[in-house]
């Protein structure tokens, strides 16, 4: 009884409000503090190119440390696609340390290096297209060319630090110390058994000589052997084993990535502040404009100027601390009046210092040089996101919890009855049988599979829940499973890792373990989980994990992970390791036919290739809206596409104005779900006035229009690494003005998205890049706007958000309302054709099934359409040139046009010179065409001439 009192006063706790004591700082950080407290400029690491070994891809070579002599082995790599990979870790380790291999996609391929010039001093080779590469033996730093400009450089400061993995000393240790370790260990524990009070002393019983003399007065430093933050305490058997390299960007003032975090777009230097931290936790109710870890972690930057776009890949998935520093940036006031006073050459420069707790250096360098090159280049690494099915690129009806079989079906009959589209409804842990995954309260869904086949025949999928963590109580038979066949994380004495979650006690499945994750995967066959029918997916939640009694709110970092391995070395990877199993579980339940859907929360590099994230529990607050953008632009050029943020936020009640402008600006993100607390009033659009509820409704009837648009960038993506979601400079990399922007972004090429996410705006500056050179396109009044690349003043009223469309494009629309994506597959389309200042726009198309794998055998069409000359040309790029749809073409629409045609005529493979109808519209800021009814098949080649 007091047990369950106690579970129920923490999760209160932890829902109600975010404790930052919960989670560390810097200065609670040993490592942290020990690679910060290293000097710029005094490194004891020298390359002994005497030993520098060469083959046809890649160099080899020692590199000495001068206090310690302790060897490393360094390996640089040249990988397609003007790529290159740094690996240092120690020549003979004490034991293996880790290396990340699930991150990439596959084995990176290796390409030709070439040795130019070689001295006991230095070594130039050449690798990819116009790039080449320095090694400097003393001190050891790595420069990189492009085109015979330096971009980057690795310890150009002398930061690079590998403490070496060691054995400790015996070291007697008082009756106090043990006693205070005793009552720790006591207090830890969920169950304040005695049989955890007693590890301290076990660990003590291990001491062995210690390996060399590399600790030097470290040797008795607080955090080298253990540590303890609150009440919990860290054993660490190999000591002190973190690795750290700095990084400079030459002629460079803004780098981007490293998500997760509520923060500008373009980074910050952490002068003054904490680094960023990368390391994965349950962070509810977040602070913003701060450095601390959330609950993913992706270690790329990208670095951007007028001439590059270029980056790195720091490839290690234990607790990751991010420098940032630059002497432009930094400079105060009186520094920056001195230099526009006395003028100054000085080149800017970016510093970036990764450090991790243990792991390899393992570095890649992507050396861009334009933003479409940089993504390719990362994605080719780390993986695209397969072509999500088109439900799930619809709208998403979410909250904790819907209560039982008559409250969904009531949701789903009021998006009906108010002619709303809506394509998934989900449920959250009240679905389940005491918090039980797999399983369903029989009680409030004492028929889930009728449910979900009604659903299924209004054209709707269901998203259910499924936590990594497992209710221990052996008549549970997932759980029984699992702890029979010894799935679960253990503690650091072998025994089955425990702790509290939403059901009370619980354990956790072991994702490093391949045999686990095929385990998992069998639980979504319908033969173990009845209910999983075809239009059922899934959400994983709380996936760090998320341990409410662990430090941190999360597994302990010596648990221990298959072959031994402990959580401080793969703690990032679990919730990817998750994600994972779980779409693998959804792909093999129909034998492979079936693309999946699943989100989850925790992430690291590669989980794009399973699924969407969302940025977790935030809150209905005006800042929240507006931290949605810069989060999710940080994820999209991260190499995270399918990504969005709770419409409404989480969080507190919202009212009907910020609800309003949430949707406007979520229908044009690329994850589009609406999410509340349980504790919240219920926000349906329905229920808020009449005025309110039909804005909303019409921003969700404006992403369903564009929603082959969506579906278009995302095969895309799929093809290049595209981000779907852009920053400006993406598309106008030139434009420095538009460098630090991160309160407007781009859709794809062709959309330009300013949110409003102020109450009672009434209007505000907008960006417009392009240099004069560019036509914009209001989106929904089609009034021209040229380019000036300065902000200028746009009204708003409470109806949009400020939505244009880029001279030059073409998009593909549907206008007819259906209540799902699905219904709509055999729809009418419109063309929206921008022009530019030539009279020319080009756009593209793809259309398939909509939810199987059969595109990847060739059963689809991608086409690309082309105005130019008065001509409107339709032609096959890829895929099947006789595939079929019933689609056609309802409407053509010309804005831009400078004069009125005499006539309009189609021709296609069965038809030359059909006349068709059309009207010419001269308004006061843009002239329009519209041509109705070409009648012409989507799929097919045909043109349209302006005669």
């Given at each position: 009884?007091?047990?369950?009192?106690l579970l129920f006063a923490l999760i209160a706790n932890?829902?109600?409000?975010?404790?930052?004591?919960?989670?560390?700082?810097?200065?609670?950080?040993?490592?942290?503090?020990?690679?910060?407290?290293?000097?710029?400029?005094?490194?004891?690491?020298?390359?002994?190119?005497?030993?520098?070994?060469?083959?046809?891809?890649?160099?080899?070579?020692?590199?000495?440390?001068?206090?310690?002599?302790?060897?490393?082995?360094?390996?640089?790599?040249?990988?397609?696609?003007?790529?290159?990979?740094?690996?240092?870790?120690?020549?003979?380790?004490?034991?293996?340390?880790?290396?990340?291999?699930?991150?990439?996609?596959?084995?990176?391929?290796?390409?030709?290096?070439?040795?130019?010039?070689?001295?006991?001093?230095?070594?130039?080779?050449?690798?990819?297209?116009?790039?080449?590469?320095?090694?400097?033996?003393?001190?050891?730093?790595?420069?990189?060319?492009?085109?015979?400009?330096?971009?980057?450089?690795?310890?150009?400061?002398?930061?690079?630090?590998?403490?070496?993995?060691?054995?400790?000393?015996?070291?007697?240790?008082?009756?106090?110390?043990?006693?205070?370790?005793?009552?720790?260990?006591?207090?830890?524990?969920?169950?304040?058994?005695?049989?955890?009070?007693?590890?301290?002393?076990?660990?003590?019983?291990?001491?062995?000589?210690?390996?060399?003399?590399?600790?030097?007065?470290?040797?008795?430093?607080?955090?080298?052997?253990?540590?303890?933050?609150?009440?919990?305490?860290?054993?660490?058997?190999?000591?002190?084993?973190?690795?750290?390299?700095?990084?400079?960007?030459?002629?460079?003032?803004?780098?981007?990535?490293?998500?997760?975090?509520?923060?500008?777009?373009?980074?910050?230097?952490?002068?003054?502040?904490?680094?960023?931290?990368?390391?994965?936790?349950?962070?509810?109710?977040?602070?913003?404009?701060?450095?601390?870890?959330?609950?993913?972690?992706?270690?790329?930057?990208?670095?951007?100027?007028?001439?590059?776009?270029?980056?790195?890949?720091?490839?290690?998935?234990?607790?990751?601390?991010?420098?940032?520093?630059?002497?432009?940036?930094?400079?105060?006031?009186?520094?920056?009046?001195?230099?526009?006073?006395?003028?100054?050459?000085?080149?800017?420069?970016?510093?970036?210092?990764?450090?991790?707790?243990?792991?390899i250096v393992d570095v890649f360098f992507m050396m861009?040089?334009?933003?479409?090159?940089?993504?390719?280049?990362?994605?080719?690494?780390?993986?695209?996101?397969?072509?999500?099915?088109?439900?799930?690129?619809?709208?998403?009806?979410?909250?904790?919890?819907?209560?039982?079989?008559?409250?969904?079906?009531?949701?789903?009959?009021?998006?009906?009855?108010?002619?709303?589209?809506?394509?998934?409804?989900?449920?959250?842990?009240?679905?389940?049988?005491?918090?039980?995954?797999?399983?369903?309260?029989?009680?409030?869904?004492?028929?889930?599979?009728?449910?979900?086949?009604?659903?299924?025949?209004?054209?709707?999928?269901?998203?259910?829940?499924?936590?990594?963590?497992?209710?221990?109580?052996?008549?549970?038979?997932?759980?029984?499973?699992?702890?029979?066949?010894?799935?679960?994380?253990?503690?650091?004495?072998?025994?089955?890792?425990?702790?509290?979650?939403?059901?009370?006690?619980?354990?956790?499945?072991?994702?490093?373990?391949?045999?686990?994750?095929?385990?998992?995967?069998?639980?979504?066959?319908?033969?173990?989980?009845?209910?999983?029918?075809?239009?059922?997916?899934?959400?994983?939640?709380?996936?760090?994990?998320?341990?409410?009694?662990?430090?941190?709110?999360?597994?302990?970092?010596?648990?221990?992970?298959?072959?031994?391995?402990?959580?401080?070395?793969?703690?990032?990877?679990?919730?990817?390791?998750?994600?994972?199993?779980?779409?693998?579980?959804?792909?093999?339940?129909?034998?492979?036919?079936?693309?999946?859907?699943?989100?989850?929360?925790?992430?690291?590099?590669?989980?794009?290739?399973?699924?969407?994230?969302?940025?977790?529990?935030?809150?209905?607050?005006?800042?929240?809206?507006?931290?949605?953008?810069?989060?999710?632009?940080?994820?999209?050029?991260?190499?995270?596409?399918?990504?969005?943020?709770?419409?409404?936020?989480?969080?507190?009640?919202?009212?009907?104005?910020?609800?309003?402008?949430?949707?406007?600006?979520?229908?044009?993100?690329?994850?589009?779900?609406?999410?509340?607390?349980?504790?919240?009033?219920?926000?349906?659009?329905?229920?808020?006035?009449?005025?309110?509820?039909?804005?909303?409704?019409?921003?969700?009837?404006?992403?369903?229009?564009?929603?082959?648009?969506?579906?278009?960038?995302?095969?895309?993506?799929?093809?290049?690494?595209?981000?779907?979601?852009?920053?400006?400079?993406?598309?106008?990399?030139?434009?420095?003005?538009?460098?630090?922007?991160?309160?407007?972004?781009?859709?794809?090429?062709?959309?330009?998205?300013?949110?409003?996410?102020?109450?009672?705006?009434?209007?505000?500056?907008?960006?417009?890049?392009?240099?004069?050179?560019?036509?914009?396109?209001?989106?929904?009044?089609?009034?021209?706007?040229?380019?000036?690349?300065?902000?200028?003043?746009?009204?708003?009223?409470?109806?949009?958000?400020?939505?244009?469309?880029?001279?030059?494009?073409?998009?593909?629309?549907?206008?007819?309302?259906?209540?799902?994506?699905?219904?709509?597959?055999?729809?009418?389309?419109?063309?929206?054709?921008?022009?530019?200042?030539?009279?020319?726009?080009?756009?593209?198309?793809?259309?398939?099934?909509?939810?199987?794998?059969?595109?990847?055998?060739?059963?689809?069409?991608?086409?690309?359409?082309?105005?130019?000359?008065?001509?409107?040309?339709?032609?096959?790029?890829?895929?099947?040139?006789?595939?079929?749809?019933?689609?056609?073409l309802e409407r053509v629409v010309i804005l831009g046009?400078?004069?009125?045609?005499?006539?309009?005529?189609?021709?296609?493979?069965?038809?030359?010179?059909?006349?068709?109808?059309?009207?010419?519209?001269?308004?006061?800021?843009?002239?329009?065409?519209?041509?109705?009814?070409?009648?012409?098949?989507?799929?097919?080649?045909?043109?349209?001439?302006?005669?």
């Amino acid at each position: 009884m007091l047990r369950d009192f106690l579970l129920f006063a923490l999760i209160a706790n932890i829902v109600l409000s975010v404790d930052r004591g919960n989670f560390k700082t810097c200065s609670q950080s040993a490592f942290c503090q020990r690679n910060r407290k290293i000097q710029p400029g005094d490194s004891p690491y020298i390359a002994q190119l005497d030993t520098l070994t060469v083959d046809e891809t890649h160099l080899s070579f020692n590199i000495l440390n001068t206090k310690s002599n302790v060897f490393l082995q360094a390996d640089v790599f040249s990988l397609e696609d003007r790529t290159v990979r740094l690996t240092v870790t120690e020549l003979k380790p004490l034991k293996q340390r880790y290396v990340v291999t699930d991150s990439l996609a596959a084995e990176p391929k290796q390409k030709p290096i070439k040795v130019t010039a070689k001295s006991s001093k230095e070594v130039s080779a050449e690798f990819g297209e116009n790039n080449r590469l320095i090694i400097t033996s003393d001190p050891f730093h790595l420069d990189l060319y492009s085109n015979d400009e330096l971009v980057i450089s690795a310890n150009a400061r002398g930061l690079l630090n590998i403490e070496q993995l060691r054995l400790k000393k015996p070291q007697a240790r008082n009756e106090e110390e043990v006693n205070k370790d005793n009552n720790e260990e006591a207090a830890e524990s969920k169950e304040g058994d005695a049989e955890n009070a007693e590890k301290a002393a076990e660990i003590d019983a291990a001491l062995v000589e210690e390996k060399s003399s590399d600790v030097g007065d470290a040797a008795g430093e607080e955090g080298m052997w253990e540590e303890h933050f609150k009440s919990h305490r860290d054993s660490k058997p190999n000591g002190p084993s973190s690795v750290g390299l700095d990084f400079s960007f030459f002629n460079f003032q803004n780098v981007y990535g490293i998500p997760e975090h509520a923060d500008d777009f373009s980074l910050k230097t952490t002068k003054s502040t904490d680094p960023y931290r990368l390391y994965n936790l349950d962070v509810f109710e977040y602070e913003l404009y701060n450095p601390m870890a959330l609950y993913g972690s992706i270690p790329v930057m990208v670095a951007h100027n007028e001439k590059h776009s270029l980056g790195i890949f720091w490839n290690n998935a234990a607790e990751t601390w991010v420098d940032i520093t630059s002497e432009a940036v930094d400079k105060n006031i009186v520094g920056k009046l001195i230099e526009f006073v006395r003028g100054s050459d000085e080149m800017p420069q970016m510093d970036v210092h990764f450090f991790s707790e243990s792991g390899i250096v393992d570095v890649f360098f992507m050396m861009g040089p334009s933003p479409a090159d940089f993504f390719r280049q990362y994605s080719t690494l780390t993986g695209t996101t397969p072509l999500p099915p088109l439900f799930s690129l619809g709208y998403h009806q979410s909250r904790w919890n819907y209560n039982d079989e008559n409250d969904v079906a009531k949701v789903i009959a009021g998006f009906d009855e108010n002619d709303i589209p809506m394509d998934v409804m989900w449920l959250d842990i009240e679905h389940t049988d005491g918090k039980r995954y797999f399983t369903w309260d029989e009680h409030k869904f004492p028929h889930p599979e009728e449910m979900l086949r009604n659903l299924s025949s209004t054209g709707r999928s269901m998203v259910v829940i499924v936590d990594p963590h497992l209710k221990q109580d052996d008549n549970f038979p997932v759980y029984k499973e699992a702890s029979d066949a010894g799935y679960f994380i253990k503690d650091r004495d072998g025994k089955d890792y425990q702790g509290w979650c939403w059901p009370g006690n619980s354990m956790w499945p072991d994702f490093l373990r391949s045999d686990v994750q095929r385990w998992w995967a069998e639980k979504f066959h319908p033969s173990s989980y009845a209910s999983s029918l075809p239009n059922v997916f899934v959400w994983n939640d709380m996936n760090e994990p998320s341990v409410f009694n662990g430090p941190e709110v999360t597994i302990h970092k010596d648990a221990k992970h298959g072959d031994g391995w402990e959580n401080r070395d793969v703690h990032n990877l679990y919730g990817m390791l998750v994600q994972k199993a779980t779409a693998e579980g959804l792909i093999r339940r129909f034998d492979e036919t079936e693309r999946f859907f699943v989100l989850g929360r925790s992430f690291f590099a590669g989980s794009q290739r399973y699924g969407a994230v969302w940025t977790g529990d935030n809150i209905a607050d005006w800042s929240h809206l507006k931290i949605s953008v810069p989060m999710l632009l940080s994820l999209s050029v991260a190499g995270m596409p399918f990504v969005g943020a709770d419409v409404g936020g989480f969080f507190k009640n919202v009212d009907g104005e910020l609800l309003t402008r949430w949707y406007q600006t979520a229908a044009f993100q690329p994850f589009f779900r609406a999410h509340a607390h349980i504790d919240t009033r219920r926000r349906e659009p329905w229920l808020f006035s009449p005025e309110e509820a039909d804005r909303m409704k019409q921003a969700i009837r404006q992403r369903y229009a564009l929603l082959q648009y969506w579906y278009t960038l995302f095969y895309e993506h799929e093809q290049t690494g595209m981000p779907v979601m852009r920053p400006l400079w993406a598309e106008f990399p030139t434009d420095k003005n538009n460098f630090k922007i991160d309160d407007q972004y781009m859709v794809g090429s062709a959309l330009m998205v300013k949110p409003v996410t102020e109450a009672g705006a009434k209007g505000f500056n907008m960006y417009f890049p392009g240099n004069k050179e560019v036509l914009w396109y209001n989106y929904d009044t089609y009034d021209e706007k040229e380019s000036d690349s300065k902000p200028s003043y746009i009204s708003v009223d409470l109806n949009k958000i400020p939505v244009y469309q880029r001279g030059g494009t073409i998009i593909s629309r549907k206008d007819r309302v259906r209540r799902a994506a699905i219904l709509a597959q055999h729809d009418p389309y419109t063309l929206l054709i921008a022009l530019d200042k030539n009279q020319t726009a080009e756009g593209t198309l793809y259309i398939d099934d909509g939810h199987t794998f059969l595109y990847k055998k060739g059963a689809f069409a991608y086409r690309k359409f082309t105005f130019q000359n008065g001509e409107l040309h339709s032609i096959i790029l890829k895929g099947d040139a006789d595939f079929k749809t019933k689609s056609w073409l309802e409407r053509v629409v010309i804005l831009g046009l400078r004069k009125k045609p005499k006539s309009v005529l189609a021709s296609s493979t069965r038809d030359v010179g059909v006349k068709l109808a059309s009207s010419f519209i001269e308004k006061e800021k843009t002239k329009i065409l519209v041509i109705r009814k070409p009648g012409l098949n989507i799929a097919e080649d045909w043109k349209i001439t302006l005669q």
